[in-house]
């Protein structure tokens, strides 16, 4: 029952877009992850294991846990992953084996570090821990808000604040948050380095990429620019 509802919750659509579902916005968050723990080595390896995988959809996790449980059986287990370990190494089965490596490595982690073997919870685990992050960022932005006598802001903006979002290459306006970093508060002609969440990424995807430009604005008041530093949502991620 517990698989079924997992994997049900990853593939389900999320308007919002709140939640982890392909690898690259998965790869881009624990990369960003400047923290040394037991989730992100875990994330690694899960990682690692879904980039070898042969001819594989290599965007939605869940497409590639549906292939593990194929291959392997369901549940995976280390028993089971020990016993396609024993096949004949052939050309085509090869980078299989080489996936399921990582996971016997993942599952055999966690039993140590958060004292879990299940295979369909550790994923969930590492989902749960990296979500809380991915609710806030869509992508890194250095933001310059424009002084109040150049039409900016009388008064600061508080971490958290959510102005308007324009790209140049859409007339569609969006919400965005910004999360700051290191500041609670930034006051107009300053600058700051924030998280950015949008409300509609349905809009833009595949259109973000590094040095990209953006106002924010409240309804038709341009009161600051941003430059994109890091994007984190790989549906966003331009290719």
Same mark, same amino acid.
């Given at each position: ?43 690694? *390896?899960? +990682? !690692?294991?879904? /980039?070898? @995988? ?6 939605? $996790? #869940? =497409?590639? %846990? ?20 024993? *096949?004949? +190494? !052939?050309?085509? /089965?090869? @980078? ?6 990582? $996971? #016997? =490595?993942? %599952? ?132």
């Amino acid at each position: 029952m517990y698989e079924f509802d997992y994997v049900n919750l990853v593939i389900s659509y999320n308007f919002m877009d709140r939640e982890i579902t392909t690898f690259k916005t998965l790869e881009n968050i624990v990369n960003f992850d400047i923290g040394n723990h037991n989730f992100k080595e875990l994330a690694k *390896l899960f +990682l !690692t294991a879904m /980039n070898d @995988w042969p001819n594989s959809n290599k965007t939605e $996790i #869940s =497409e590639f %846990i549906v292939e593990l449980r194929k291959f392997i059986g369901s549940p995976i287990t280390l028993k089971k992953i020990n016993a396609k370990n024993s *096949l004949k +190494l !052939t050309e085509s /089965n090869a @980078w299989k084996l080489e996936s399921i490596s990582s $996971i #016997s =490595e993942l %599952i055999q982690k966690a039993e140590k570090t958060i004292q879990e073997d299940d295979f369909d919870k550790v994923i969930a685990k590492i989902l749960e821990y990296y979500n809380l992050e991915f609710s806030l960022i869509d992508f890194l932005a250095e933001l310059d808000y424009l002084k109040s006598d150049k039409g900016g802001r009388n008064t600061g903006a508080l971490s958290g604040y959510r102005p308007q979002v324009k790209f140049h290459f859409s007339q569609m306006i969006t919400s965005g948050q910004q999360t700051f970093i290191d500041k609670e508060i930034v006051f107009p002609g300053e600058n700051v380095i924030a998280k950015i969440k949008i409300l509609s990424p349905q809009f833009f995807e595949k259109e973000l990429f590094k040095g990209l430009q953006f106002e924010f604005r409240e309804g038709a008041r341009l009161i600051g620019t941003g430059k994109v530093l890091n994007v984190i949502n790989g549906k966003l991620q331009k290719d």
